[in-house]
């Protein structure tokens, strides 16, 4: 008799500026009744860790990096820990990866595309962060990171709002849908969510977000008037070889500014619809499903990033068309 290899385990990213509320969140997941065990890996900044001590005494492993921000330095140590945590004979139902407020989630999510052993035996699931609606404004302001932090996002924690006024927390709202029209943003005071909402979605999956919300991809071409902005792109059938190339291309040149793209392809004589995602330099697709009978074959795609050039995506996009 066979037996099937074990499902890929989920991680959870979660990342947010300073003092937005993670370690807040983390907490309230370690002990909410949920009848479920996660390993936690703490990235911490400087040579003393302090947030390892801050998360509460649970029966959860608790995995310190304090060798500054994860980055390409820290993204081996990463691996080790995941392919470490894999071998363990008590498989855990998941994996939270908290940031430290400083960081780039980008080589975060790199690592689970980059290395063959963790993506085999894990899945990302969700950049989740956490933002704080009364600073939220002034940190857009002063900290690129604040605003990279959002845009990687898959869902955004909007923490704190019983501090905030309504017309505040509009023009929170409004700046967080300005630089990533893609992320679903859920209020909350104190972290306080229920934790299906954010654990074990598969956000990150955008083939599984598509078939249940099929219009995801429907935000309209939007302009950020800060650094970090997104554009939509439409089209027919594509070219694959064309599109392949371009998209190839695209990436090597600007991607240290491309924080996350995704779309849905139709190739030309291609049955099923192709879903392409990506972090920074690192693209990957795959077929999801075949057209359904009388569904339109349009192809959507999205870039969010920062500096991006504009004007060399829509004419590399629009060489593609079949």
Not at 71 to 77: A, E, F, N, P
Not at 174 to 187: F, T
């Given at each position: 008799m066979t037996t099937s290899a074990p499902a890929p385990i989920p991680v959870t990213v979660l990342t947010g500026y300073l003092g937005a509320g993670k370690t807040t969140l983390l907490n309230r997941i370690l002990t909410e009744d949920h009848g479920k065990k996660y390993a936690v890996i703490v990235n911490e900044f400087g040579e003393i860790g302090i947030d390892n001590d801050l998360v509460v005494d649970t029966d959860e492993e608790i995995f310190e990096m304090?060798?500054?921000?994860?980055?390409?330095?820290?993204?081996?140590?990463?691996?080790?820990?995941?392919?470490?945590?894999?071998?363990?004979?008590?498989?855990?139902?998941?994996v939270l990866i908290e940031t430290t407020g400083l960081a780039d989630p980008a080589p975060v999510a790199q690592t689970f595309f980059m290395d063959d052993d963790v993506?085999?035996?894990t899945r990302l699931d969700a950049i989740v962060t956490v933002v704080d609606a009364l600073n939220l404004l002034a940190r857009i302001e002063d900290s690129p990171?604040?605003?990279?932090?959002?845009?990687?996002?898959?869902?955004?924690?909007?923490?704190?709002?019983?501090?905030?006024?309504?017309?505040?927390l509009a023009a929170v709202r409004?700046?967080?849908?300005?630089?990533?029209?893609?992320?679903?943003?859920?209020?909350t005071e104190r972290c306080d969510v229920d934790l299906g909402e954010i654990l074990d979605r598969g956000a990150f999956d955008l083939g599984r977000i598509l078939t249940v919300e099929p219009d995801f991809l429907e935000a309209t071409h939007t302009h950020h008037d800060e650094d970090v902005k997104s554009i939509s792109l439409r089209a027919g059938d594509m070219k694959p070889d064309a599109f392949f190339d371009w998209i190839n291309r695209a990436t090597q040149e600007q991607g240290p500014k491309i924080r996350r793209l995704k779309g849905i392809i139709a190739f030309e004589k291609d049955p099923e619809r192709y879903v392409v995602q990506g972090v920074h330099m690192i693209v990957e697709g795959d077929h999801q499903r075949p057209w359904k009978v009388g569904e339109t074959r349009e192809t959507r795609l999205v870039f969010i990033g920062r500096d991006l050039d504009f004007a060399a995506i829509a004419a590399g996009f629009d060489s593609c068309k079949a």
């Open positions: 304090n060798n500054g921000c994860i980055c390409c330095t820290v993204r081996g140590d990463l691996i080790r820990i995941l392919e470490g945590l894999m071998k363990r004979k008590g498989r855990f139902d998941g993506r085999a035996k990171e604040a605003e990279d932090q959002i845009a990687f996002a898959d869902v955004v924690l909007l923490n704190k709002v019983d501090l905030v006024d309504a017309a505040q409004a700046e967080i849908r300005a630089i990533n029209p893609y992320a679903r943003v859920i209020e």
